[in-house]
């Protein structure tokens, strides 16, 4: 044994230790060359750990440092998103929306975004209203994160309308601390066509923009520094900020696969879209942080950082992308 494994050994409670060191058996070190040990063999430790590693390790047979990958032994396929369920906790169902399941897993049910999000608003109310009674703060402040997080529920919401519509229903519809997320068990099945797709992914941005042309409306039938325009100004604000973003071209997004499934539809192959997706996100990804640095000059600070925090997730996202990719490839092999 290792310093570090007999350190951790005698430190850790006795069950806690024998679950470290029976995971770390599972984890294989395969050089190279072929030879294979386990983590623990090579007086390491990897627990509680996920995804496929390289490591550069001293491999015995050719005494030499080889690129070495590190698979599970008796794992599961990668999944699909990052946010997808642990399978080895329980799953509660809420209930259904045309079908798709609304589940909830461990503390993921405690609604900290509307908390969070309320809180907010009622602080920007006291400041902005001294004289009011709390409960005025509250009612106020509970309106805006309704709008504004209901803009996000609505927007996951058509997406699964839009996936049933075409007979591609989303698997599920997990609640996450108060926000919705979509999971597809297989996103790009070959037997979904480039126009189901489509129609999956512009499902969303469609809502945002109807609901962005009724919160205009009521933009214009409230009056000016009233509550009631401030709910339609964080309702407008808000479908605009989600329709905008989200036709970013990074899978994550919908204007990923809107763009990857509308060249496929116009004789690209799969792989040829990806490339181009990627390389149109880098160029957006270069052209939001242009855009940050500008807003930065003119001390728009929340702006700024709201367009850099965006142009780096598109900047990373295509090796992201890859190193799933590649997971799954090492999946396939073992």
């Known amino acids: 044994m290792s310093s570090i494994q007999k350190f951790f050994m005698r430190i850790l409670p006795r069950a806690w230790a024998e679950d470290m060191q029976a995971q770390s058996q599972r984890w294989i070190l395969r050089c190279t060359c072929g030879h294979e040990r386990s983590i623990w063999e090579a007086g390491g430790i990897r627990w509680k750990a996920r995804g496929n590693p390289r490591r550069w390790i001293t491999c015995p047979p050719v005494r030499q440092k080889n690129l070495a990958l590190a698979p599970l032994q008796g794992m599961t396929p990668p999944p699909a998103s990052p946010f997808a369920f642990n399978p080895d906790q329980p799953i509660h169902t809420l209930g259904h929306f045309l079908g798709t399941p609304l589940a909830v897993q461990g503390w993921s049910w405690?609604?900290?975004?509307?908390?969070?999000?309320?809180?907010?608003?009622?602080?920007?109310?006291?400041q902005k209203r001294p004289r009011w009674h709390w409960h005025q703060h509250l009612l106020l402040g509970g309106a805006r994160m309704a709008v504004s997080l209901g803009a996000e529920w609505c927007h996951n919401l058509a997406h699964v309308t839009a996936?049933?519509?075409?007979?591609?229903?989303?698997?599920?519809?997990?609640?996450?601390?108060?926000?919705?997320?979509?999971?597809?068990?297989?996103?790009?099945?070959?037997?979904?066509?480039?126009?189901?797709?489509?129609?999956?992914?512009?499902?969303?941005?469609?809502?945002?923009?109807?609901?962005?042309?009724?919160?205009?409306?009521?933009?214009?039938?409230?009056?000016?520094?009233?509550?009631?325009?401030?709910?339609?100004?964080?309702?407008?604000?808000?479908?605009?900020?989600?329709?905008?973003?989200?036709?970013?071209?990074?899978?994550?997004?919908?204007?990923?696969?809107?763009?990857?499934?509308?060249?496929?539809?116009?004789g690209h192959s799969p792989a040829q879209a990806g490339q181009i997706v990627a390389r149109a996100s880098q160029l957006v990804g270069a052209g939001l942080l242009g855009s940050a640095a500008v807003a930065l000059h003119k001390r728009r600070w929340p702006l700024a950082g709201i367009i850099a925090f965006l142009g780096m997730i598109t900047l990373t996202a295509p090796k992201m992308e890859h190193d799933a990719c590649r997971r799954k490839q090492v999946f396939a092999r073992t």
Request: aromatic share 8%; with cysteine; proline share 10%.
């Open 110 to 126: 405690l609604p900290l975004s509307e908390i969070i999000t309320w809180a907010f608003f009622i602080l920007r109310s006291a």
């Open 163 to 266: 996936a049933h519509l075409v007979g591609k229903p989303v698997d599920a519809l997990r609640i996450l601390f108060g926000m919705p997320v979509l999971l597809y068990d297989e996103p790009e099945h070959p037997s979904i066509t480039p126009r189901q797709h489509l129609i999956r992914s512009l499902g969303g941005p469609a809502c945002n923009a109807v609901l962005l042309l009724v919160s205009k409306v009521f933009q214009h039938l409230t009056p000016p520094a009233s509550p009631a325009r401030e709910v339609a100004d964080t309702a407008a604000g808000m479908n605009t900020f989600i329709a905008a973003a989200g036709l970013i071209p990074i899978s994550a997004f919908d204007g990923g696969p809107i763009l990857k499934w509308s060249l496929v539809g116009r």
